[in-house]
């Protein structure tokens, strides 16, 4: 069974770089297209974006400040997002569709963690 | 981007009522629809995707119909761990988009 769990600072400064990690168990991440989503309570659920083993989409109103990698060895992705805001604290979520690949519908999520963006 | 619209905000109902919740998108998406439920604390749930297919291991309680532009989430007959929010998500175009939610409270 698939398992996904962020980690990373819960508190970022403003001007700052957010940066957090998502671990995945159960499974190997050379397959499927690995997202990230957040949840604030102004916004509701935005879609980050995803990266794969050759490529990047990411959401147009966040892609000036974002920035996803994957590292193979570890079993890890991760997000950076840049020159963060109030605007940017949320609850991140790192996410995976289904297996069978039948659509960008988010069977696997890891538990959230929430980043708060304060000096 | 498709703005994914939902009704309504929230819901009282009782266990065994028949519960319906209403997505609209802004424009066609065709099937690409899917649903997710959400507790406190917790992260959303996949219910339903390509719009009326039922994700492994969700009750059959749970169904979902709709294409095009409009879409329903029923549960038929709505049990205790059934109160929790409900979402809409679009999979058909980029940025992917979610509804803003529907609430189930208990009655």
């Known amino acids: 069974q698939v398992q996904l769990q962020e980690s990373g600072p819960g508190l970022v400064k403003p001007s700052e770089t957010l940066s957090l990690t998502c671990t995945v168990s159960?499974?190997?991440?050379?397959?499927?297209?690995w997202s990230w989503i957040r949840q604030s309570p102004g916004k509701g659920l935005e879609w980050i974006g995803y990266?794969?083993?050759?490529?990047?989409n990411y959401n147009p109103s966040l892609k000036s400040r974002v920035t996803m990698s994957v590292d193979t060895s570890k079993n890890q992705f991760s997000l950076k997002l840049s020159s963060v805001t109030a605007a940017d604290t949320a609850v991140y979520y790192c996410?995976?569709?289904?297996?069978?690949?039948?659509?960008?519908?988010?069977?696997?999520w890891g538990q959230g963690t929430l980043v708060t963006v304060s000096s | 981007d498709i703005q994914m619209t939902q009704s309504p905000s929230s819901v009282s109902a009782s266990i065994g009522d028949r519960v319906t919740i209403t997505c609209r998108a802004s424009?066609?998406?065709?099937?690409?629809l899917a649903w997710y439920q959400q507790k406190p604390g917790k992260a959303p749930k996949l219910l339903i995707f390509?719009?009326?297919s039922l994700q492994s291991g969700v009750p059959s309680r749970f169904s979902g119909s709709g294409s095009g532009t409009d879409f329903t989430l029923t549960i038929s007959s709505l049990q205790p761990e059934d109160f929790a929010t409900y979402y809409c998500?679009?999979?058909?175009?980029?940025?992917?988009?979610f509804g803003g939610g529907t609430k189930v409270e208990i009655k």
């Open positions: 996410a995976r569709e289904r297996a069978d690949s039948s659509g960008y519908y988010y069977a696997y």
């Open positions: 159960g499974g190997s991440i050379s397959s499927y297209y």
């Open positions: 990266i794969y083993y050759s490529g990047t």
């Open positions: 424009q066609g998406i065709s099937s690409w």
């Open positions: 390509a719009a009326s």
């Open positions: 998500q679009q999979a058909n175009t980029f940025p992917l988009t």
